[in-house]
């Protein structure tokens, strides 16, 4: 499996601006490669019943799929993956307990990403990128910053955080491995559409 392609545009769910399930078929439906879930406080029954829905579309679409912060809820449904931030379980742990899954982790600064790295991790989520009201706590990274963990670590990134299809050529410039969006997609009007232009755009620089 070549992760750094299957990572080229990675969608996250975001329920605050659209149901999940509808979400991801749309999305997948205009080419999104990646989904990550990622609901915040709900009843983990809730998340694996919304999980395995996920899934099941995923499985049909032959897209990566990934489970935000929780490695139980990842496992009950089968996902591929989970995606860790700094204050979730160290990335050593996951892989101890769930050595087949790919193991994503959130860095806000260089350091951050060469400790991930060194830790396990199969890749990177980088930023936030440009400001964000999707994350209140984000911590900024920038594009200067995401040029430095570009250039220093080895494993793919994915750069998060604010993007747009009017800044993402910028990001893209910078020699990441793909994008990762909420609002610009699960927030548009039409899912579908927002994400076929998005992928578009990201072609023109990840073939």
């Not at 490669?33 to 395995?52: D, N, W």
Request: charged share 30%; proline share 2%.
């Amino acid at each position: 499996m070549n992760l750094r392609k299957r990572l080229k545009l990675y969608v996250i769910t975001d329920r605050r601006l659209r149901d999940e399930v509808e979400t991801v078929k749309e999305a997948l439906e205009g080419g999104a490669t990646s989904i990550q879930l990622r609901i915040k406080k709900a009843p983990t029954k809730e998340m694996v019943e919304v999980g395995k829905k996920i899934r099941k579309i995923t499985e049909e679409y032959g897209a990566l799929y990934f489970v935000n912060d929780r490695l139980d809820v990842a496992l009950a449904v089968n996902a591929d993956g989970v995606h860790v931030g700094q204050e979730d379980m160290p990335v050593e742990i996951v892989k101890e307990i769930a050595p087949n899954l790919i193991v994503g982790v959130s860095a806000s600064n260089l350091k951050e990403a060469i400790e991930a790295e060194k830790g396990g991790a199969d890749y990177i989520g980088a930023g936030s990128v440009f400001p964000t009201k999707t994350k209140e706590d984000a911590k900024y990274l920038g594009l200067d910053g995401l040029k430095a963990v570009v250039e220093n670590v080895s494993i793919p990134v994915v750069a998060i955080g604010g993007i747009n299809h009017e800044n993402v050529r910028e990001v893209l410039k910078l020699g990441v491995d793909g994008i990762a969006v909420i609002s610009a997609i699960v927030g548009a009007k039409d899912v579908r559409e927002a994400t076929k232009r998005m992928k578009e755009i990201i072609e023109e620089y990840i073939k």
